[in-house]
């Protein structure tokens, strides 16, 4: 009863926090809901032209139903990472593309399940490594540059993401020192968000205060007030 009432009294204002009765972490989780055409637009569009590193936290809702989600892309469709799903003519792959037609994929890394998943996507020159799940592929790549400016949507409202995009961080590392942006992406009742680093926003677009809640880290489990759980993939 008494986590309730702080839970309530705290909404409009919490993103993460420490429990000081239990020391459990917790944070809002948004759901974004493809028929709403939920997603995140960016104030400012983020380019990568030299080596680069890109983490984003996911958990997929329909795996085994939909052919393919976009994660992150750029609004001209050109630049994404896409997942692909078992209805997908080539099932169960993460891709990376730039601004052209060179493809960097790795096959069979998806746990198949709504599990919280870390992807994370490095470019040293001329080589790109997709890790995720314990695995990882390693190409060559020279498509630049690569441009994002939305999250959850695949191009001009082509394709929208089921589920929930967390923690979405990109290093820029062409210069002399590492240009680092995060977006969270957790807010219980604003609709902008502002990155971790004060360098950039993003709004979000047709999310409902309905699908934010609050879960608590217990272990690998991300639990709710009604019960509903999120596990984390090892």
């Not at 997929?60 to 939909?66: A, G, H, I, S």
């Not at 502002?194 to 879960?215: C, F, H, K, M, T």
């Amino acid at each position: 009863m008494i986590r309730s009432t702080i839970r309530k009294i705290v909404r409009p204002m919490i993103t993460t926090l420490i429990n000081p009765f239990d020391g459990l972490l917790s944070r809002y989780f948004v759901t974004l809901d493809p028929v709403l055409n939920s997603s995140y637009e960016m104030a400012a569009p983020i380019t990568l032209t030299g080596d680069f590193e890109i983490e984003v936290e996911f958990s997929w809702n329909d795996f085994t139903t939909n052919s393919e989600d976009c994660l992150i892309s750029s609004s001209t469709g050109t630049s994404m990472i896409v997942v692909k799903g078992t209805n997908n003519a080539t099932p169960n792959l993460v891709l990376l593309r730039g601004e052209g037609t060179s493809d960097v994929i790795l096959y069979n890394g998806l746990t198949g399940d709504n599990k919280l998943q870390k992807l994370k996507v490095q470019y040293n020159a001329p080589n790109v490594t997709i890790i995720i799940n314990g695995l990882s592929t390693t190409h060559t790549h020279s498509s630049y540059p690569i441009t994002f400016d939305q999250i959850g949507v695949r191009g001009l409202n082509q394709t929208y993401f089921d589920g929930i995009i967390a923690n979405a961080k990109f290093t820029d590392k062409s210069g002399a020192s590492d240009v680092v942006t995060t977006f969270k992406l957790d807010q219980a009742t604003a609709n902008t968000e502002s990155s971790v680093e004060g360098n950039n926003s993003v709004n979000y677009v047709n999310i409902p205060q309905s699908a934010r809640d609050l879960y608590t880290l217990d272990g690998n489990i991300w639990t709710d007030a009604a019960g509903n759980t999120i596990e984390v993939a090892p």
